[in-house]
């Protein structure tokens, strides 16, 4: 298949890659003015869970080839929702189609969405990946599964090739209720948990800060609060929590309980904590704070312990 990866992001550039080794022809699409725009290569450090839970390292080079066609089987897109309009709007102006995978973390509602891709064929779909991307290197980690929308909630005429792409790279798919909702979710889950290391840790760092993070009872204790409390107000949109009721087990016990697990957790699941430690874009970190916290804010929500927590770590980075 042909594969159009929007960009020489982290996440876009892991499953480019990712799709490139299983045989599929992948190009990356870059503005001209991209800071990014001459890189050729790459040198990819993984810690790859397709095969072993704890991951298998491995170091390689990945040859960015740059778009060169006017169609693709798929469109691989991970943007903040934020720059969702701009990337279709660029998209139109050059003339590109394909179907769109949007990997994105998306605040906005479904038809939010369906405004922005102006009629496109497109699917919604959430990695589970992670990394950074500094001078030429990508350094990630990649597990052994994708979540992405059912196939009757996603009309697209080539649903049955995107799981066999997906089967090519050795990734399962995962499909939730909702894969918007679990998106809100997702996101809501994210902000309690980055919040509670910015209340208490120097963020300046953010390896160290998630490190120190994942062996504090105190901000681990912080963040299942928040969460609870972000669950909230997710729910306060419309999505009923019951349909996600694994996702959330694990905030719902007593703290008591829930912390020494969430450590333990940390402690035995390599993959896990890798992920966590190399995702350190601060700006999209605090986007995802700043969705959450606006809207609750909005509507008038009470979540004390994630307000407080969200203020803390801007007033320490201001």
């Known amino acids: 298949m042909k594969?159009?990866?929007?960009?020489?992001?982290?996440?876009?550039?892991?499953?480019?890659?990712?799709?490139?080794?299983a045989g599929h022809e992948v190009e990356h699409y870059l503005r001209k003015d991209s800071p990014k725009a001459a890189v050729r290569q790459l040198r990819v450090d993984l810690l790859d869970g397709r095969t072993e839970k704890n991951g298998v390292e491995s170091s390689d080079i990945y040859q960015v080839k740059h778009c060169s066609s006017k169609v693709y089987d798929f469109i691989f897109v991970s943007v903040p929702s934020g720059g969702l309009a701009s990337v279709i709007d660029n998209l139109a102006a050059e003339g590109i189609s394909g179907t769109l995978i949007l990997a994105c973390g998306i605040w906005e509602d479904?038809?939010?969405?369906?405004?922005?891709?102006k009629g496109r064929s497109y699917i919604l779909g959430y990695p589970v990946a992670g990394g950074n991307l500094k001078d030429n290197k990508l350094s990630c980690c990649l597990f052994d599964h994708f979540m992405l929308e059912r196939k009757e909630k996603a009309v697209i005429p080539n649903y049955q090739d995107l799981v066999q792409l997906f089967s090519d790279c050795q990734i399962k798919l995962e499909q939730p209720y909702d894969m918007l909702e679990w998106i809100w979710l997702h996101m809501a889950i994210n902000a309690g948990v980055i919040s509670a290391i910015g209340k208490y840790a120097d963020m300046v760092d953010t390896e160290a800060a998630v490190e120190a993070a994942m062996k504090s009872?105190?901000?681990?204790?912080?963040?299942?609060?928040?969460?609870?409390?972000?669950?909230?107000?997710?729910?306060?949109?419309?999505?009923?929590?019951?349909?996600?009721?694994?996702e959330l087990l694990a905030y719902k016990i007593p703290t008591?309980?829930?912390?020494?697990?969430?450590?333990?957790?940390?402690?035995?699941?390599?993959?896990?904590?890798?992920?966590?430690?190399?995702?350190?874009?601060?700006?999209?970190?605090?986007?995802?704070?700043?969705?959450?916290?606006?809207?609750?804010?909005?509507?008038?929500?009470?979540?004390?312990?994630?307000?407080?927590?969200?203020?803390?770590?801007?007033?320490?980075?201001?």
């Open 3 to 21: 594969i159009l990866v929007v960009g020489l992001g982290t996440i876009g550039t892991i499953y480019g890659y990712a799709f490139q080794k």
């Open 110 to 117: 479904r038809a939010y969405v369906e405004n922005i891709v």
């Open 217 to 246: 009872s105190q901000t681990l204790k912080a963040a299942v609060k928040n969460i609870r409390e972000t669950s909230q107000i997710v729910a306060a949109r419309g999505l009923t929590l019951k349909n996600y009721n694994d």
């Open 256 to 318: 008591f309980l829930s912390v020494p697990l969430m450590k333990r957790m940390f402690a035995k699941k390599v993959l896990t904590r890798k992920i966590m430690t190399l995702h350190n874009n601060l700006s999209d970190l605090l986007f995802v704070c700043k969705c959450v916290y606006d809207s609750g804010q909005a509507m008038k929500l009470a979540a004390p312990h994630f307000y407080q927590s969200y203020e803390e770590t801007l007033n320490k980075l201001s």
